[in-house]
């Protein structure tokens, strides 16, 4: 198994930035294509990027892209979220994920993952 602990969210003003990480313990991490989901209140868990592998690849929701960077740290067992211009819309529960069944795909789906983390809250104020 993998554990995953998110940190990094908080209270940001609108169109400001914010780095969230992903620490994965367990079995070994490059073995795992890795995402950031998000949920906001009364919505469902939706795909907000993901990265593979050993980090060639990377697919991002409409939504985000431009704004946010994913990237990984093999060597730290680490994944990062890099969000920039933050919008008020952007706020929810930040989960980080990774598959072990599938390998790659351009869009994922939270059924898509195997493991997952406990969520950090990212709050933009207008």
């Known amino acids: 198994q993998v554990q995953l602990v998110e940190s990094g969210g908080g209270l940001v003003q609108a169109g400001g930035s914010l780095r969230l990480s992903c620490a994965a313990s367990g079995r070994t991490f490059s073995n795992y294509a890795m995402a950031w989901f998000r949920q906001a209140p009364g919505n469902e868990r939706d795909f907000v990027a993901a990265?593979?592998?050993?980090?060639?690849?990377?697919s991002y929701a409409d939504s985000v892209k431009g704004r946010f960077t994913i990237s990984r740290d093999n060597a730290k067992n680490t994944v990062y979220l890099q969000m920039n211009s933050l919008k008020p819309d952007d706020t929810a529960v930040y989960y980080c994920?990774?598959?072990?069944?599938?390998?790659?795909?351009?869009?994922?789906?939270?059924?898509?993952?195997?493991?997952w983390g406990k969520g950090t809250l990212v709050t933009v104020s207008s």
């Open positions: 990265i593979s592998r050993i980090g060639i690849s990377t």
């Open positions: 994920a990774a598959a072990d069944r599938v390998a790659w795909r351009n869009r994922w789906y939270a059924d898509d993952m195997d493991y």
